[in-house]
C-alpha cells in the first residue's frame, strides 16, 4: 500500500501569497523525488489555508521527502515559520 499525507497549513493572509509561492516550489521539487506518486496543492476557499495530499511508494519514501534539501528550505524554513495553524495526517492507501 501507498502512503498517504494530508496536511492543512494556516496563515495570516498577508502572508498567503509567500506560502502559496513556496508550496508551488515544493511541488515541483516533489514531483521528482523517486518515490513520490502525487502532490496536490489546494487554495481553501473559505479560510486563509492550504490544502496538501501527497502520495508515496511507502513511508520511507516520505522519510526520504522530509530529510530532503528543498523540504528544509521551503517548508522548514519559510512555510513554518509563517504558519498559525498546522495539521498533518497520515495514513495507508487502501487499494
Same mark, same amino acid.
Given at each position: 500500500?501507498? *502512503? ?11 502572508? +498567503?501569497? !509567500? ?5 508551488? !516550489?515544493?511541488?515541483?521539487?516533489? /514531483?521528482?523525488?523517486? &518515490?513520490? !506518486? ?13 490544502? @496538501? *495530499?501527497?502520495? *508515496?511508494?511507502? /513511508?520511507?519514501?516520505?522519510?526520504? =521527502? ?5 523540504? +528544509?528550505? =521551503?517548508? @522548514? &524554513?519559510? #512555510?513554518?515559520?509563517? @504558519?498559525?495553524?498546522?495539521? #498533518?495526517?497520515? &495514513?495507508?492507501? @487502501?487499494?
Amino acid at each position: 500500500m501507498s *502512503y498517504a499525507v494530508i496536511a492543512r497549513y494556516r496563515c495570516e493572509p498577508q502572508d +498567503a501569497d !509567500l506560502i502559496r509561492e513556496s508550496l508551488l !516550489l515544493m511541488r515541483e521539487h516533489t /514531483r521528482r523525488e523517486p &518515490g513520490n !506518486l502525487r502532490y496536490v496543492v489546494h487554495a481553501d476557499t473559505e479560510d486563509t489555508a492550504f490544502i @496538501l *495530499y501527497e502520495e *508515496y511508494t511507502d /513511508r520511507a519514501a516520505f522519510d526520504a =521527502h522530509a530529510a530532503s534539501e528543498h523540504f +528544509a528550505e =521551503h517548508i @522548514l &524554513g519559510t #512555510v513554518r515559520p509563517k @504558519l498559525t495553524e498546522r495539521t #498533518v495526517r497520515f &495514513g495507508e492507501v @487502501l487499494p
